[in-house]
């Protein structure tokens, strides 16, 4: 199974991005497909997911309120809708699949399949 994610680049503060990712199998309607981001020096850190449980998504605190997950029709796409951008957000933005469970959500080890990054900076 291959992510291919697109949608990066540069904006000013305040500024939205859309990121898309497509997996290619469709068979991923049963994976919960996220989005983590990784700035230089920095490990790589949850920024949501649609979870394949609950179909809920989920959000860590400095997005929420900000950032949209939302998985296609056909469930093997996944799209984060960024508004309101800061220049904390800048990092690349990876979208990964996992068979996980509620309480592994935020972490990158659980997730078997990896996008190959895709770039967003935001200048202040």
């Known amino acids: 199974v291959q992510l291919q994610a697109c949608g990066g680049g540069l904006v000013q503060a305040g500024d939205s991005l859309r990121l898309s990712c497509a997996a290619s199998?469709?068979?991923?309607?049963?994976?919960?497909m996220a989005w983590f981001r990784q700035a230089p020096g920095k490990e790589r850190e949850f920024v949501a997911c649609a979870f394949r449980g609950d179909g809920r998504a989920y959000y860590a605190d400095t997005v929420k309120g900000r950032f949209t997950i939302s998985r296609g029709n056909a469930r093997n796409t996944v799209n984060l809708q960024m508004n309101s951008l800061k220049p904390d957000d800048m990092a690349v933005y990876y979208c990964?699949?996992?068979?996980?469970?509620?309480?592994?959500?935020?972490?990158?080890?659980?997730?078997?399949?990896w996008g190959q990054g895709t770039q967003v900076t935001v200048s202040s």
């Open positions: 199998d469709r068979s991923f309607s049963g994976y919960t």
């Open positions: 990964a699949g996992g068979k996980t469970i509620l309480s592994t959500i935020h972490f990158p080890e659980y997730y078997t399949y």
